[in-house]
C-alpha cells in the first residue's frame, strides 16, 4: 500500500472528460499540457518535482464522474491508479483501499488505514470519512505511509480533498444535471471580497436526489413488513450540504480563515440481493437490479445529520511562518438494514423457510476535535524544514441492534441491543527536512512520535431470552488500549533534466491498537488487534516529454505489513478483529496524459497489484447455513462442532488482501471541435475496468469479481471562454451489473450505480 507512483495525474486522465483545463491554478496551453501544482508537502510545488507517490484528480474531473448524483467519494473509485473505494453500508459509510491496504470491516467504530483530509482537517471517524466533497479544485492521493507532514499517522495513505477558497475578486462556477430516476445534481460555489483586501467569503452548495426506483416484491410472514409488494420503496436519497468560508487578511504577515459546513442526509442503506449468487459461480446476472424481497429492515431507512467548523491562523513571522488549525465535528443518525437480503425457502434457517436477520446502528452522539500546529521554514533555496504537533480527541456513543432468529426445537438466538462508548485520543510530534546535496539532487527525511489510544466500554445492553443476561461472568466491559511508536521516511529525487525526474522513497508506519466493540451483540467478548506497522519502498520516474505534450510517470513499489489487522468471522460465526502474521504486496502504476494534437487529450492510468495474507495459523469461518457449505471454497476444510451446529474453516495464508484488484485500467478521451463563434462542440469518454479482485479472507469460485467495467460518454456544447458548457451525459452507459460486495451464508449480493443518461449544464462566472 505503498506510496507509489508517480503523481502524474488523473488529473490527466480524469480531465479529459471535462471542459475546464485540469487545474485551475495553471492554465494549459494550447498546443501543450499545463504544470499541475499540488501541495504534498505542505507547500505548493510542480508534481514532477515531488519525491512522493501522488496521485491527483481535478474537481472538474470528478464533478463529471458524479453528474448522474453518484457518490462523490465512491466516484474516485480507479480513477486513480491504487485507489478503490466500496461501500456495503450505504453512502454513509464509505471503505478506501490503497494499494490494496483498507479494512473491510462494517462496525462503526472501524479503524481504518487511510486518512481523509478536507481543507486540512483529518475526518477519521467512518461516518465523518463520508462528508461530500464538493466546490472541490484538486484531489491529492498520497500512496504509501505518511506522518511526517501531516497531523494524523497512516499506513496507507491519505486522500486529501482542497475546495476552492475565498478570493478578493468575485467569481463564482456552477455545475447542474438531471438524470434518469429522477437524479438531481447541484455543485456550486459563490464568493468575492465583503471589504476590499481584507475579508472575503465563499458559499458552497451541493444537493443530489434521486427517487426510490427498487421494489420490495417480499409477500409473506414478516417482523415489520407488510405483506403487500410495494413499488420503488427503496433506491433513493436526498443528500443537501452547504459550507460557508470566510478568510481575513488584515495584514501581509497574519491570515485567519473560518469554515462552517452541514450535511443533512436521508436514503438507503445497502441492499443485498439475498441468493444472486448461485454456488460455483459469481454470474449474477439473473438477479433483477431493481428488485429485491425483504422481510425485514423497514425499507432499508439511512439518515444522518453532520455538522462541523474550522479555524486556520497563520502568521509569517519572514524566516517561518506559525500555523494553527482547529476543528471540531459531530454527527448523529443511523442506518437499517435486512442484513440476509430478505427471505427465501431457498435459504431456511434451522429448517424454517422464512429466517429473520435485520442489525441497525445508531451513532447517538459523535465529536471530533483536532488541534494541529505547523511552524514551516520559508520555502525555496537549497533547505526547507517543517515541525508540528497534533492533538486529536473523538467520542462517540452508539447503539447496535442485531436481530438474528436461529431457530431450533428449544430456542432461538437472543435478539441483542448494545449501547457502547468508544474513545480514541492521540498525540503526535512530526517533522521533515530537505536539503539539495549537490545540483539536481534532493534529500528529504521525516520523522514522527505518535501515542494512539483507544477506549470501548459497554453502556448498556437488552436481551429478549426470558430476561436472563447471556454474557459469561469474564465479559470485558471496559478495554483500553494504547501503543507509542515511531515512524519515519527517507526519499531522494534527482532532476536528470528539465523533463525527467527520478525518485525513490522508503517509509516506516504503524496504525494504532483497536477494538471492535460490536462483538458485544452476539454476547462475545470485545475482540482487538494490537498496533499494525509496514515498511514500504517506492521508485518512480516522472517525465514530460515530445515538446510538453505527454507525460508519463511510472512507480513500482513493495511493502510489509507485520501483524496486520483483519476482519472475519470466528468459530460461532460471530464477526471479529484479529491480527494477521503479516501480509505482503509489491505492484506498480503508470500514468500518462497526451495531447498530439491542440484539439485531442488522451490519457491512461494502470495499476498492477500482488499482494498474499502470510500466516499459516490463522483461520477464518466460510459460507455456510443449515450445517452445509454454501459456497465452494479452494482451500481444505475444516469442521468444528459448536453451539449453534457446524462451524467451516479454512486457513488464510497466501489468499490476496480483500478488496485489491489485481489490476487497473482507466481510459480517457476528449475532442473538441473549434466553431466559428469561438465556442467548441465536444465528445468525451471514460472507461474502467478492474482485474481480479476477492471480496473476503478466503478464495471461492463466488465472492470474487474479474473484469468489472463502467464507461462514461458526454457531448455538448462549450461557449467561447468557457463561460458555460451545455452537454447530454451517460454514466455506466453500457448498463451493467457489477458485484461490489457479498454476504456471504446467503449468497448475497451487492450491486454499482445503476445507468443514469442525462443533462449537464455547467458554467464560471467573473
Given at each position: 500500500m505503498l506510496g507509489v507512483a508517480c503523481g502524474s495525474v488523473l488529473a490527466g486522465s480524469a480531465a479529459f472528460a471535462q471542459a475546464a483545463p485540469v487545474q485551475e491554478q495553471v492554465q494549459a496551453p494550447e498546443e501543450g499540457l499545463g504544470d499541475i501544482v499540488v501541495t504534498a508537502e505542505r507547500r505548493s510545488e510542480n508534481l514532477q518535482r515531488v519525491p512522493l507517490s501522488v496521485g491527483v484528480a481535478s474537481g472538474d474531473a470528478l464533478r463529471d464522474f458524479q453528474a448522474g448524483g453518484d457518490d462523490t467519494l465512491l466516484a474516485l473509485s480507479g480513477r486513480v491508479p491504487g485507489l478503490y473505494v466500496e461501500s456495503t453500508t450505504g453512502r454513509i459509510f464509505p471503505r478506501f483501499y490503497i494499494r490494496g491496504l483498507g479494512n473491510i470491516d462494517f462496525y462503526l467504530g472501524a479503524s481504518q488505514p487511510v486518512t481523509i483530509i478536507q481543507d486540512d482537517v483529518i475526518l477519521e471517524h467512518v461516518v465523518l470519512k463520508s462528508n461530500p466533497v464538493y466546490d472541490v479544485r484538486q484531489v491529492e492521493v498520497l500512496r504509501g505511509p505518511q506522518g511526517s507532514l501531516f497531523g494524523r499517522n497512516t499506513t496507507a495513505g491519505i486522500i486529501k480533498f482542497d475546495t476552492y477558497k475565498p478570493t478578493n475578486a468575485f467569481e463564482s462556477r456552477a455545475a447542474a444535471s438531471v438524470g434518469t430516476y429522477g437524479s438531481v445534481n447541484l455543485d456550486a460555489g459563490v464568493g468575492g471580497p465583503l471589504i476590499n483586501d481584507v475579508l472575503a467569503f465563499r458559499l458552497s452548495t451541493l444537493i443530489q436526489h434521486r427517487a426510490n426506483y427498487i421494489d420490495n416484491a417480499f409477500v409473506g410472514a414478516s417482523q415489520d413488513s407488510t405483506a403487500t409488494p410495494r413499488k420503488n420503496a427503496m433506491g433513493g436519497f436526498d443528500d443537501r450540504n452547504i459550507r460557508l468560508q470566510l478568510a481575513l487578511t488584515p495584514g501581509t504577515a497574519f491570515s485567519l480563515d473560518l469554515s462552517g459546513h452541514a450535511r443533512w442526509y436521508d436514503g438507503t442503506s445497502t441492499l443485498f440481493h439475498r441468493g444472486a449468487l448461485q454456488k460455483g459461480s459469481n454470474d449474477v446476472s439473473a438477479e433483477p437490479r431493481n428488485t429485491v424481497a425483504l422481510d425485514e429492515g423497514n425499507d432499508n431507512p439511512q439518515s444522518y445529520n453532520t455538522y462541523g467548523g474550522s479555524v486556520r491562523a497563520s502568521y509569517d513571522f519572514g524566516p517561518a511562518a506559525l500555523t494553527s488549525i482547529t476543528a471540531y465535528e459531530t454527527t448523529s443518525g443511523f442506518s437499517r438494514g435486512d442484513t440476509d437480503g430478505g427471505a427465501g425457502a431457498n435459504f431456511p434457517v434451522r429448517?424454517?423457510?422464512?429466517?429473520?436477520?435485520?442489525?441497525?446502528?445508531?451513532?447517538?452522539?459523535?465529536?471530533?476535535?483536532?488541534?494541529?500546529?505547523?511552524?514551516?521554514?520559508?520555502?525555496?533555496?537549497?533547505?526547507?524544514?517543517?515541525?508540528?504537533?497534533?492533538?486529536?480527541?473523538?467520542?462517540?456513543?452508539?447503539?447496535?441492534?442485531?436481530?438474528?432468529?436461529?431457530?431450533?426445537?428449544?430456542?432461538?438466538?437472543?435478539?441483542?441491543?448494545?449501547?457502547?462508548?468508544?474513545?480514541?485520543?492521540?498525540?503526535?510530534?512530526?517533522?521533515?527536512?530537505?536539503?539539495?546535496?549537490?545540483?539536481?539532487?534532493?534529500?528529504?527525511?521525516?520523522?514522527?512520535?505518535?501515542?494512539?489510544?483507544?477506549?470501548?466500554?459497554?453502556?448498556?445492553?437488552?436481551?429478549?431470552?426470558?430476561?436472563?443476561?447471556?454474557?459469561?461472568?469474564?465479559?470485558?466491559?471496559?478495554?483500553?488500549?494504547?501503543?507509542?511508536?515511531?515512524?519515519?521516511?527517507?526519499?531522494?529525487?534527482?532532476?536528470?533534466?528539465?523533463?525527467?525526474?527520478?525518485?525513490?522513497?522508503?517509509?516506516?508506519?504503524?496504525?494504532?491498537?483497536?477494538?471492535?466493540?460490536?462483538?458485544?451483540?452476539?454476547?462475545?467478548?470485545?475482540?482487538?488487534?494490537?498496533?499494525?506497522?509496514?515498511?514500504?519502498?517506492?521508485?518512480?520516474?516522472?517525465?514530460?516529454?515530445?515538446?510538453?505534450?505527454?507525460?508519463?510517470?511510472?512507480?513500482?513499489?513493495?511493502?510489509?505489513?507485520?501483524?496486520?489487522?483483519?476482519?472475519?468471522?470466528?468459530?460461532?460465526?460471530?464477526?471479529?478483529?484479529?491480527?494477521?502474521?503479516?501480509?505482503?504486496?509489491?505492484?506498480?502504476?503508470?500514468?500518462?496524459?497526451?495531447?498530439?494534437?491542440?484539439?485531442?487529450?488522451?490519457?491512461?492510468?494502470?495499476?498492477?497489484?500482488?499482494?498474499?495474507?502470510?500466516?499459516?495459523?490463522?483461520?477464518?469461518?466460510?459460507?455456510?447455513?443449515?450445517?452445509?457449505?454454501?459456497?465452494?471454497?479452494?482451500?481444505?476444510?475444516?469442521?468444528?462442532?459448536?453451539?449453534?451446529?457446524?462451524?467451516?474453516?479454512?486457513?488464510?495464508?497466501?489468499?490476496?488482501?480483500?478488496?485489491?484488484?489485481?489490476?487497473?485500467?482507466?481510459?480517457?478521451?476528449?475532442?473538441?471541435?473549434?466553431?466559428?463563434?469561438?465556442?467548441?462542440?465536444?465528445?468525451?469518454?471514460?472507461?474502467?475496468?478492474?482485474?481480479?479482485?476477492?471480496?473476503?479472507?478466503?478464495?471461492?469460485?463466488?465472492?470474487?469479481?474479474?473484469?468489472?467495467?463502467?464507461?462514461?460518454?458526454?457531448?455538448?456544447?462549450?461557449?467561447?471562454?468557457?463561460?458555460?458548457?451545455?452537454?447530454?451525459?451517460?454514466?455506466?452507459?453500457?448498463?451493467?451489473?457489477?458485484?461490489?460486495?457479498?454476504?456471504?451464508?446467503?449468497?448475497?449480493?451487492?450491486?454499482?450505480?445503476?445507468?443514469?443518461?442525462?443533462?449537464?449544464?455547467?458554467?464560471?462566472?467573473?
Open positions: 429448517g424454517v423457510a422464512n429466517g429473520f436477520g435485520q442489525s441497525q446502528g445508531q451513532i447517538r452522539d459523535l465529536d471530533q476535535w483536532s488541534q494541529e500546529i505547523r511552524l514551516a521554514g520559508t520555502p525555496g533555496g537549497r533547505f526547507n524544514w517543517q515541525v508540528g504537533g497534533l492533538y486529536f480527541d473523538n467520542r462517540d456513543i452508539t447503539d447496535f441492534y442485531q436481530r438474528t432468529f436461529f431457530l431450533t426445537t428449544a430456542a432461538r438466538n437472543p435478539n441483542n441491543w448494545v449501547r457502547l462508548h468508544d474513545v480514541n485520543t492521540s498525540w503526535a510530534a512530526f517533522g521533515q527536512v530537505s536539503y539539495e546535496l549537490m545540483d539536481k539532487l534532493t534529500v528529504t527525511l521525516g520523522g514522527r512520535i505518535t501515542e494512539d489510544k483507544k477506549r470501548t466500554e459497554l453502556l448498556k445492553t437488552v436481551q429478549t431470552v426470558a430476561g436472563v443476561s447471556q454474557y459469561p461472568a469474564n465479559f470485558r466491559r471496559d478495554v483500553t488500549l494504547k501503543a507509542t511508536k515511531p515512524s519515519w521516511d527517507a526519499s531522494i529525487l534527482y532532476q536528470a533534466s528539465p523533463d525527467v525526474s527520478l525518485y525513490s522513497r522508503v517509509a516506516q508506519g504503524f496504525r494504532g491498537p483497536t477494538i471492535q466493540g460490536r462483538s458485544a451483540v452476539f454476547n462475545s467478548d470485545f475482540s482487538t488487534a494490537k498496533s499494525e506497522t509496514i515498511l514500504s519502498w517506492e521508485t518512480g520516474i516522472k517525465t514530460r516529454l515530445l515538446d510538453n505534450t505527454l507525460s508519463l510517470n511510472a512507480t513500482v513499489f513493495g511493502y510489509r505489513v507485520n501483524d496486520i489487522q483483519l476482519n472475519g468471522n470466528d468459530v460461532n460465526g460471530n464477526g471479529i478483529l484479529f491480527n494477521g502474521n503479516k501480509a505482503e504486496a509489491y505492484g506498480m502504476e503508470a500514468e500518462a496524459n497526451w495531447k498530439p494534437v491542440p484539439n485531442l487529450t488522451l490519457g491512461a492510468g494502470l495499476s498492477l497489484l500482488h499482494s498474499a495474507i502470510r500466516d499459516k495459523s490463522t483461520e477464518v469461518q466460510i459460507c455456510a447455513l443449515n450445517n452445509v457449505v454454501v459456497c465452494t471454497p479452494s482451500a481444505p476444510v475444516r469442521s468444528v462442532p459448536g453451539a449453534f451446529g457446524t462451524t467451516y474453516l479454512v486457513k488464510i495464508n497466501g489468499e490476496p488482501l480483500p478488496n485489491a484488484p489485481e489490476y487497473n485500467v482507466d481510459l480517457t478521451a476528449r475532442y473538441d471541435q473549434p466553431l466559428g463563434n469561438g465556442g467548441r462542440a465536444f465528445i468525451a469518454g471514460d472507461f474502467n475496468i478492474q482485474g481480479y479482485t476477492q471480496f473476503v479472507l478466503y478464495k471461492t469460485k463466488e465472492f470474487t469479481a474479474n473484469g468489472n467495467f463502467e464507461g462514461g460518454l458526454k457531448i455538448g456544447y462549450a461557449a467561447p471562454d468557457d463561460a458555460y458548457e451545455l452537454a447530454v451525459f451517460a454514466r455506466n452507459i453500457t448498463g451493467e451489473k457489477n458485484l461490489k460486495g457479498v454476504i456471504e451464508n446467503y449468497m448475497a449480493a451487492v450491486f454499482n450505480e445503476p445507468r443514469i443518461i442525462g443533462v449537464s449544464l455547467s458554467g464560471k462566472f467573473r
